[in-house]
């Protein structure tokens, strides 16, 4: 079993910042790929930003300059949502993914966070 757990969401100010964790845990040989999605009431999950096994980033236009993505040094199966210059339309659920190999060799499947609330306001 694999578990992805958010944290650190919560109601800021324009302007504010706030950071987001993601911790995967249970039977994990390896987490490649880990991202952060949002949704908002009536729209598609949107991806807002991911990073490889490597570190490698990209970034939806929208965040670009605003939010970085990090993983843990100490363990790469924890992930970071640094958003700053936070604005109103960044609110939304914030949810994690991840890419987990469970065994080597095996398969790689996509497990998903039960999200965190991120509120801006103006």
């Known amino acids: 079993q694999v578990r992805l757990v958010e944290s650190g969401g919560g109601l800021v100010q324009a302007g504010g910042s706030l950071r987001l964790s993601c911790a995967a845990s249970?039977?994990?040989?390896?987490?490649?790929?880990m991202r952060w999605y949002r949704q908002t009431p009536g729209k598609q999950r949107e991806l807002v930003a991911a990073?490889?096994?490597?570190?490698?980033?990209?970034y939806a236009d929208s965040v670009k300059g605003r939010f970085t993505i990090s993983r843990d040094n100490a363990n790469k199966n924890t992930v970071y949502l640094q958003m700053s210059s936070l604005k109103p339309e960044d609110t939304a659920v914030y949810y994690c993914?991840?890419?987990?190999?469970?065994?080597?060799?095996?398969?790689?499947?996509?497990?998903w966070g039960q999200g965190t609330q991120v509120t801006v306001s103006s």
């Open positions: 990073i490889s096994s490597g570190g490698s980033t990209n």
């Open positions: 993914n991840a890419d987990v190999r469970r065994s080597s060799p095996g398969v790689t499947y996509s497990y």
């Open positions: 249970g039977s994990i040989f390896s987490a490649n790929a």
